[in-house]
């Protein structure tokens, strides 16, 4: 199973900009779905992005046309790229496979998110 490490995450005022990365351990990473989600206090978590192993995207509603989900997968990364931040964007931040969220299992510890003035 791939270990997974999310960092980029922090506190930024509506309007703003963060980069995401999650950083895949294994030699299959690039034979993975990847998926960015997300928890907000008191939500179950939701899934905000996937991408599949030949590059094919989907987004939420809520963040279509905001957010950007991209991979390396010669550097075994994946990323969310956010713009146009807002209030409601606020939660912590996972990747995972698609697998990995369908049987709630290899979660990372997250990056948070905060947008705030």
């Known amino acids: 199973q791939v270990q997974l490490v999310e960092s980029g995450g922090g506190l930024v005022q509506p309007g703003g900009s963060l980069r995401l990365s999650c950083a895949a351990s294994g030699s299959i990473f690039r034979l993975k779905t990847m998926g960015w989600y997300r928890q907000a206090p008191g939500k179950q978590r939701e899934l905000v992005a996937a991408?599949?192993?030949?590059?094919?995207?989907d987004y939420a509603d809520s963040v279509k046309g905001r957010f950007t989900i991209s991979r390396d997968n010669a550097k075994n990364t994946l990323y969310l790229q956010m713009n146009s931040l807002k209030p409601e964007d606020t939660a912590v931040y996972y990747c995972?496979?698609?697998?990995?969220?369908?049987?709630?299992?290899?979660w990372g510890q997250g990056t948070q998110v905060t947008v705030s003035s």
């Open positions: 991408i599949t192993n030949g590059g094919s995207t």
């Open positions: 995972n496979t698609d697998t990995g969220f369908r049987f709630n299992s290899g």
